[in-house]
């Protein structure tokens, strides 16, 4: 499914290729939350990162966000790169060197109307905090870090794959 994107404000047009673009995934950790900010959860689509096509490139900031977790001594650079609007600071994707073939929109920059999941994964809810509700339904699954579940591996487990 082709998937196009914005930033609030206009500088940033994107366009990507997505075999899974249902937003399914809730996740709930500070990162998140605080580059997101909306309802307390941000929400990743999968994509085909050899078909991203952006407009507007001069006006993309990337972060590398502080990894802190309770068991670690000290923080650490995630090596996600976060692609932000220098003009208006909409997130718009996520992309991993460590997975270079994929690239992961947020759902919220995204344009196109996307389809509705039949169910939703809650994750990282060890990191949520006690103001933010959980609006699980009662096939949706809960996780307080990541699922072993990738989203490629969920979309064929609701048979929503392209040879499904």
Same mark, same amino acid.
């Given at each position: ?42 929400? #990743?689509?999968?994509?085909? #990162? ?6 507007? *490139? ?103 794959? *392209?040879?499904?």
């Amino acid at each position: 499914m082709r998937l196009d994107g914005s930033c609030q404000c206009g500088a940033v047009t994107f366009r990507v290729e997505s075999p899974h673009p249902y937003p399914y995934q809730r996740c709930y950790c500070s990162i998140c939350r605080k580059t997101q900010g909306g309802g307390g959860y941000a929400i #990743n689509l999968g994509a085909d #990162n050899a078909t991203l096509k952006i407009t507007g *490139k001069q006006h993309i900031t990337i972060y590398h966000a502080k990894v802190k977790n309770p068991e670690d001594a000290r923080a650490h650079r995630s090596p996600g790169e976060r692609h932000f609007c220098s003009q208006c600071g909409s997130a718009l994707w996520l992309y991993d060197t460590r997975w270079p073939e994929l690239v992961h929109p947020f759902a919220s920059a995204i344009d196109t109307p996307l389809p509705a999941a039949p169910d939703t994964t809650h994750i990282m809810l060890e990191f949520k905090p006690p103001w933010v509700a959980v609006e699980a339904g009662p096939k949706d699954r809960r996780h307080d870090r990541y699922p072993e579940e990738s989203i490629a591996e969920w979309h064929a487990r609701h048979g929503l794959t *392209k040879d499904a």
